[in-house]
């Protein structure tokens, strides 16, 4: 049985999606591509273009979208892992599963705080992140890519720490001021190390999340420097406005907005990145599992909300959850071009929807349908069982 599984997904083994209605390609320069099939080999893009354009012979299996929307697979930028597919923050199991019927393919972990009993000392911190980097790499819940060990970084932490850590394949920090390192300059240096390193970091912005947690306002974030400014519109309690506008003025990081966050501060993010033709730099997550729970559509919803309530086109908020995203983090997954990972969602818009067209329905607010979700060339799920209904769906045809 495994055998067989290795022999259709191995070497050589060719899917071809023909019959797509719209697709995106997660890139904010031209978010909709001029195409209709795609070519996927060995689990890779292999070819985009019209199907008389592309050599579809000897595929082993062929998809027919239907005239449904393709898109690459959504990237959460901000979760919190723990222990596969459970979370003790509200002691849940199937949380990732249920993400991946929302459309979300990859997760980076901001920290693996909710581990019980969390050590904070440093020793306890390297062994921690190093066994959920390992627990996930070898992994995935679901078949959903969980990109995790990700320490918090604690007062007596040295350089040798970050290089040990990132000798043992850690590449990233989680958020910084979740542990003992709330003030600018230490942040500052450790951040500098890991990245020194080879470790990509995220700091907490705003109010404290939950009691013990703290705030961390503009000056550390920008002191701190770190490359991705978490939850910039709050972890809930997001920072006042002004604040916020000189994290886009002032930084050139990624500028994070999540679901469980504040929905106004996410606005006034917006609009600013986008007055300041900074649109690049916004990148979507979740920050689930907290204390607002576990979001299977978070990424879908913060979508919505900010092409509708936001008015953005839907195609170019749909970039800030994959192709943006994957630059800012160095993956092989996010934008469909040849070469990258094929990771796909099939959306459609929902049953009785006021909008025509998936684009036209995100855009007054209402959630996609997801027909299927795709990771590395292999369906993973058809018709989810979270969304609404989509409207037409994709059949597998062999
Ligand atoms: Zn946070």
Known sequence: MAHEEAAKTGAGMKLVIRNIGVLLSGDLQRPILDADTVVVKDGRIAAIGREKDVDTEGAVRMIDANGTTLAPGLIDSHVHPVAGDWTPRQNQIGWIDSCLHGGVTTMISAGEVHMPGRPKDVVGVKAMAITAQRAFAALRPSGVKVLAGAPVIEHGMVE??????????????GEVGLGSVKDGPTARQMVAWARKHGMQSTIHTGGPSI??????????VLAADADVIGHINGGHTALPDAQIRSLCEESPRALEIVHNGNERAALFTLRTAKELKQLHRVILGTDA??????????????IAALSSVGEIPAEVVFCFATGNTARMRNLDSGLMEVGRAADFVFMDAAQHSAGKTLLESVRLGDLPGIGMVMIDGEVKSERSRNTPPATRVPKVVK
């Open 211 to 220: 009691p013990g947690s703290s705030l961390i306002d503009k000056d550390v």
């Open 289 to 302: 599992p907290a204390g607002s729970g576990v979001q299977p559509l978070g990424i879908l919803r913060v």
């Open 160 to 173: 040798e720490d970050f290089r040990s850590l990132a000798e043992a394949g850690v590449r990233l920090l």
